[in-house]
């Protein structure tokens, strides 16, 4: 091997650092996102005599769509940090959890995709809690969307197994 093509090729495996911001920026995000958690949770504390059983509903799903993207957020963070920059050395601590360093693209993807589809079903519930804000076409494009997440996924889901079906034929 020559000395540009060895050259070359270390300085493009060194690019791999340059993801390295992108993750650091997803964690501000998650920092953003527990903010927002925070405020909505202080919020529905606050009005726990005051509002409906409606109104709660609808903050205590905002929570748990809060939560599906930070939990989304943070699993990008550990796989793809992992599999395309560097291995996390933390194997032995007891807080690890243990699909870190298993979850390869096609995981990733489906894990996504599930979360996305988790997400839209969460924000589809409250659409439908608080309908008279919507016209019966924006509830059919809400509905709409969710679908083709589910579609997407089980299209995703579809090709990864008949990648797979292949790769044990071979």
């Avoid at 527990?34 to 109104?55: A, G, Q, R, Y």
């Avoid at 990008?76 to 007891?94: A, C, L, M, T």
């Amino acid at each position: 091997m020559n000395w540009f093509e060895k050259n070359l090729e270390a300085l493009i495996f060194s690019s791999r650092w340059l993801l390295a911001p992108f993750f650091l920026g997803l964690i501000v995000a998650i920092i953003t996102l527990l903010v927002k958690f925070m405020k909505e949770l202080s919020s529905l504390v606050m009005m726990i005599w005051s509002s409906n059983e409606h109104d709660a509903i609808i903050s205590i799903l905002t929570l748990v769509d809060t939560s599906l993207v930070a939990c989304l957020l943070l699993i990008i963070i550990f796989s793809g940090y992992e599999n395309f920059v560097s291995k996390i050395s933390v194997s032995d601590h007891e807080d690890r959890p243990a699909w870190m360093g298993r979850v390869g693209f096609a995981d990733l993807k489906l894990k996504l995709i599930g979360a996305i589809v988790a997400i839209s079903a969460v924000e589809l519930l409250k659409a439908f809690l608080v309908s008279n804000l919507y016209t019966g076409e924006q509830l059919a494009w809400k509905v709409g969307i969710h679908f083709t997440f589910v579609l997407s996924g089980l299209f995703f889901a579809l090709t990864d197994w008949i990648s797979a079906a292949r790769k044990k034929d071979h």
